[in-house]
C-alpha cells in the first residue's frame, strides 16, 4: 500500500495548489478530500481527478461534523489541514468561521489524536494571528506574542484551533503560518467587498503565492517518505515569500496599479483606508522553511503582470480616465457594510475605536497624497526613515525592530529549564508555578499563572516558542489588551505601537452581534 493523504480545504486558493501538486507525487496512493456538497466543490472534485496518478477520494461534509473528519482521518498516513473560513466570509458570518477555523481545527486534532496508529499533522494557521504591525516593529517571527486584531473573527478562531492542535498531544505534527497569499483571482475577490480598506497604507507585508505554497507542502510529504525529515516535525513555521516579496499595503496597490497604466495616488485616496487593526508582518524567520524545503520560484514583483496577461480584459482599464475607473470599481466600495467609510457615515463606534483610534482621528484624515506620510517613500509620522535598510533583514537587530520574548534565546533549546520558563512567565506579567522541568523538554506540560490569577497548563513550546499564553484571558469575541499591556511587557512592546497608553478599552461583540466597547479603570 502506497501513502494516504487526507486533506481538507481543497478546494481553496491554496488547496487547489496542494491538490496539482501532490495528486501525482510517486508513492501516493490515495487522497481523501473532506468538502462541502455544494456546486463549487463538485467541480473542483471533477477537474482535480484529471492527470491524477492516485486514487481520488471525495467525503462531503463540514469540518464541523466530527464524526466525518473521523471518516476522513481513518488509515491515513498524512492529515493536510487547510479549510479556513476567510475574510471577508468570517466577518460576514462569524458563526461559519467559528465552525471551520475552530471547532473544525479540533475535531481534526481530536480524530488525529483518537487514531491509531496517528497520521501526521499538517495544519495551516495564518500571519493575522501575530495582528497589527508598523514600522516600528515590522519584523516579526515565530514565538512573538499573539495580539489577534480586535474584530477579527478569522484570526481568533484560528488561534484557538492552532493552539489546541500545539496542546492535543499529537505525536507528529507542524503548524505553518500562512503569509498574505497572492493567487489569480485576488483582485477578482477583492472587488465585491470593502475588505481591501483594511488595509492600512503602511502596514509591511510579505507575500507568497499559491504556487509556491502548494510546492511547499509537496515537498515535506515528499522529503518525510525518504525518511529525511525528523527535524521539521512538532514546531511552529512562518510561510513567506522571503526577499523580494516584503512591501508594505500602498506598494501592493501601486504595483497592482503600475500594470495597469494607472497612477495609484489618481485611483485611491488615503483616507478611505483605515490606520491601523490589520495584520500584516516581514518574517525575520521566512528562510527556515525555505532552507529545509526549497519551494520558492514566485515573485511578488512579476505576480501582477502574470495575472493580466492570463486576463487581458483587465488592461483594458488603459484607456480609460483613472478618475472613471475609480469611480466605477472602487468608490461603490466606499459604501460597502465592510468599508471603513461606511462605518463612519453610520456611526459604528466600536468599529471606528479599533481602526482609527477615535473619531477625532476620523475628523483629522490626510485627504492629499502629498501630506500623507507613506513609508515606502521613506516617511513617518513627525520624521523619516531609511526604508530600504527597514527591509533588509540583517538590520532588524541594530535598527532596535528585534522583539523580546523574555527568556535568553541564545541558550540551545537543549539547556533551557526551569528558570527560563519562570523568567518568560514573569515578563509576560505571570509566573510558572511548575517547580521543576526535565532540562530541554519543551513538550512536557507545566502549570502556569498569568496576572489575573488563571491558571493553566500549557507546554514550554506553546508558550516560549509558539508565543500563546493565558487563553482564558482571551475569551472568543473579546479584545482585552489594553488592560493586559499595562502588567506584560511582552505585550506592551508591540501594542503600543499603535495604541496609546491612555486607551483603556475593551472591545467586544454585545448580545446582537455589533462591534462595540467598554472602559476599565
Known amino acids: 500500500m502506497g501513502v494516504i493523504i487526507a486533506l481538507t480545504g481543497g478546494s481553496g486558493h491554496m488547496g487547489t495548489a496542494v491538490t496539482k501538486q501532490l495528486k501525482t507525487l510517486k508513492g501516493v496512493d490515495e487522497i ?15 477537474k482535480a481527478k484529471r492527470g491524477a496518478t492516485c486514487r481520488m477520494v471525495p467525503i462531503y461534509g463540514s469540518i464541523a461534523d466530527k464524526e466525518k ?9 498524512y492529515v493536510i489541514n487547510l479549510a479556513a473560513v476567510i475574510p471577508p466570509h468570517s466577518d460576514k458570518d462569524p ?6 477555523n475552530w ?12 487514531a491509531n496508529p496517528q497520521p501526521k499533522l499538517i495544519h495551516c494557521s495564518t500571519v493575522a494571528v501575530y495582528g497589527h504591525r508598523n514600522y516600528l516593529h515590522p519584523w516579526g517571527r515565530v514565538g512573538d506574542p499573539l495580539l489577534v486584531s480586535p474584530f477579527d473573527n478569522y484570526a481568533a478562531h484560528k488561534k484557538k484551533g492552532e493552539r489546541y492542535i500545539l496542546e492535543r498531544g499529537i505525536k507528529t505534527w507542524a503548524v505553518v503560518r500562512q503569509t498574505g497569499m497572492l493567487y489569480k483571482n485576488l483582485l477578482f475577490c477583492n472587488l465585491n467587498d470593502g475588505l481591501m480598506f483594511h488595509t492600512c497604507l503602511n502596514v509591511p507585508l ?3 503565492s499559491d504556487t509556491d505554497s502548494g510546492r511547499l507542502i509537496h515537498n515535506i510529504i515528499e522529503k518525510d517518505m525518504k525518511g529525511e525529515c525528523d527535524d521539521f516535525w512538532r514546531k511552529c513555521y512562518d510561510i513567506g515569500g522571503g526577499d523580494g516579496n516584503r512591501n508594505t499595503g500602498f506598494e501592493t496597490f501601486d504595483d497592482c496599479f503600475k500594470e495597469l497604466g494607472l497612477d495609484t495616488k489618481k485611483v485611491l485616496s488615503p483616507e478611505w483606508h483605515s490606520i491601523r487593526n490589520f495584520h500584516g508582518i516581514w518574517f525575520e524567520d521566512s528562510d527556515v522553511l525555505e532552507d529545509m524545503f526549497h519551494f520558492r520560484h514566485d515573485k511578488a514583483t512579476t505576480y501582477w503582470k502574470e495575472v493580466f496577461d492570463s486576463r487581458p480584459f483587465f488592461r483594458l482599464a488603459k484607456i480609460m480616465p483613472e478618475g472613471l475607473i475609480s469611480r466605477l470599481f472602487l468608490r461603490r466600495l466606499l459604501k460597502d457594510y465592510n468599508a471603513p467609510r461606511k462605518w463612519i457615515a453610520d456611526g459604528e463606534k466600536g468599529l471606528i475605536k479599533a481602526y482609527f483610534g477615535a473619531t477625532l482621528n476620523v475628523d483629522c ?4 497624497w502629498k501630506d500623507y506620510p507613506l513609508l515606502a517613500e521613506g516617511r513617518v509620522v513627525g520624521g523619516s526613515v531609511d526604508y530600504n535598510a527597514m527591509r533588509d533583514v540583517h538590520n532588524v537587530k541594530a535598527m532596535g525592530m528585534h522583539l523580546n520574548h523574555g527568556y535568553n534565546e541564545d541558550k540551545p533549546e537543549s539547556e533551557l529549564d526551569i528558570e527560563d520558563m519562570k523568567e518568560a512567565a514573569r515578563f509576560r506579567g505571570g509566573e510558572c508555578l511548575s517547580q521543576t522541568m526535565v532540562k530541554g523538554d519543551l513538550y512536557t506540560p507545566l502549570k502556569w499563572r498569568c496576572h489575573d490569577g488563571h491558571e493553566f497548563t500549557a507546554t514550554p513550546y506553546t508558550i516560549i516558542k509558539a508565543g500563546h499564553w493565558c487563553e482564558e484571558c482571551e475569551p472568543l469575541g473579546q479584545w482585552d489588551f489594553d488592560r493586559q499591556a499595562r502588567f506584560s511587557p511582552f505585550y506592551a512592546q508591540v501594542w503600543y505601537d ?4 491612555g486607551e483603556k478599552y475593551v472591545y467586544y461583540y454585545d448580545k446582537d452581534g455589533k462591534a462595540t466597547y467598554k472602559t476599565f479603570e
Open 32 to 46: 481523501r478530500f473532506l468538502m462541502l456538497n455544494h456546486r463549487h466543490e463538485h467541480r473542483f472534485f471533477a
Open 69 to 77: 473528519c473521523r471518516k476522513l482521518v481513518e488509515g491515513a498516513d
Open 95 to 100: 458563526q461559519a468561521s467559528y465552525e471551520c
Open 103 to 114: 471547532i473544525g481545527a479540533k475535531n481534526i486534532a481530536d480524530c488525529v489524536y483518537e
Open 206 to 208: 510579505e507575500w507568497a
Open 365 to 368: 484624515l490626510i485627504t492629499d
Open 498 to 501: 499603535t495604541h496609546a497608553r
